[in-house]
């Protein structure tokens, strides 16, 4: 039962146009939602988050959109960048349980094209 | 200075053998978490400690044992390694009380059992 669902294994976009990563959730009580970024031989790092209370978090060259109707959200970038070719993994959390256990999609890679 | 940090980074071994991997946070988080990412690259939580408290314990065979002998370590031993364990593991942190329950990850250790 994939709670976190990131259906497109991959996305390429030539630099300076948006990129448009999508996740979707199925369990109604997650209340967090977070962004991650891939490097190779990496660990994820951080990107953005959004709580389930807003629909549009903005932090410079990336948004993220909440949908909590349909249960999806959005990553956009805008413009892409080649250095933001890496894999994006979609995260969600219901704080009130499971001590806060994050829950991940299985990642899209995004290649950014010069 | 690395924030999380995981040895080895990588690792090789015989099917049968008992092997552990260690990680150290030097960010002053209470919670510390154990990652597997399988070969479809799905990240997926193991363990989770609380101030050295086991919290969360997915449905993980009982031949993998963390510990934490303080809250900035948490180490991994896995005894009589399978094929199937092949995958890299990361290590993670993140503040307790924090609002996003942002995790912030190791490098990860590439297990490979031969």
């Known amino acids: 039962d994939q709670q976190v669902k990131q259906n497109s294994p991959s996305l390429s976009v030539q630099e300076g146009r948006i990129s448009i990563l999508n996740c979707d959730y199925t369990n109604s009580m997650f209340d967090y939602f977070l962004w991650y970024k891939k490097y190779p031989a990496e660990g994820p790092t951080f990107l953005i988050s959004i709580s389930s209370i807003k629909d549009k978090n903005e932090d410079g060259r990336f948004t993220v959109f909440l949908n909590k109707s349909a249960k999806h959200l959005s990553l956009h970038i805008v413009p892409s960048q080649p250095g933001d070719s890496a894999v994006y993994f979609c995260?969600?959390?219901?704080?009130?349980?499971?001590?806060?256990?994050?829950?991940f999609g299985d990642g899209t890679t995004l290649t950014v094209k010069p | 200075d690395t924030a999380v940090s995981q040895t080895p980074k990588y690792l090789v071994t015989q099917m049968g053998n008992d092997k552990s991997i260690k990680c150290e946070q030097n960010?002053?988080?209470?919670?510390m978490y154990w990652y597997k990412q399988d070969s479809k690259k799905f990240l997926k939580i193991m363990f989770s400690y609380n101030n050295k408290e086991l919290i969360i314990n997915e449905t993980v065979p009982n031949r993998f044992s963390p510990k934490s002998p303080d809250k900035a370590h948490l180490n991994l031993h896995i005894n009589s390694l399978e094929l199937g364990d092949s995958a890299v593991y990361f290590c993670?942190?993140?503040?307790?009380?924090?609002?996003?329950?942002?995790?912030?990850f190791g490098p990860g250790t590439r297990l490979t059992v031969l």
């Open positions: 995260a969600a959390s219901d704080r009130n349980a499971n001590a806060g256990k994050s829950t």
């Open positions: 993670a942190s993140s503040r307790q009380g924090s609002v996003s329950n942002e995790q912030f």
């Open positions: 960010l002053g988080h209470d919670t």
